[in-house]
């Protein structure tokens, strides 16, 4: 249900924006997220958003990334900026249909994209 796209090869400094495409007509209720992982480590959260409600972010990425939705084509983004190359990983975003405070935890989530590969070079 959920199909991410966007990743790629950036420079540091330079900016990528990554898609999560859902298909049901209730993607408005849902809270999206997007967590990352490297090869060896656990799944990071990395930012969370619910409909009418202000994303929350990881501190690694406060202040560089920005999650917004687009309800009329079923798609939430996250524009990342002044990438690092210690954002380097696999970006997942994940979907569940009810806010939940534990929004930075992976087990929260019920629906979940595929990666999409982010390379950050310095």
């Known amino acids: 249900q959920l199909q991410a796209s966007g990743g790629g090869w950036v420079q540091a400094g330079g900016s990528l924006r990554l898609s999560c495409a859902a298909s049901g007509a209730t993607f408005y209720i849902y809270q999206m997220a997007w967590f990352r992982q490297t090869p060896g480590k656990e799944r990071e959260f990395v930012a969370a958003g619910g409909s009418g409600r202000s994303p929350r972010y990881a501190d690694s990425v406060k202040g560089r990334f920005i999650l917004y939705r687009d309800n009329g084509k079923n798609t939430a983004y996250l524009q990342m900026n002044s990438l690092k190359p210690e954002d380097t990983a696999n970006y997942y975003c994940?979907?569940?249909?009810?806010?939940?405070?534990?929004?930075?935890?992976?087990?929260?989530?019920?629906?979940w994209g595929q990666g999409t590969l982010v390379t950050v070079s310095s």
């Open positions: 994940a979907a569940r249909r009810v806010w939940t405070v534990a929004y930075d935890k992976d087990g929260s989530y019920d629906y």
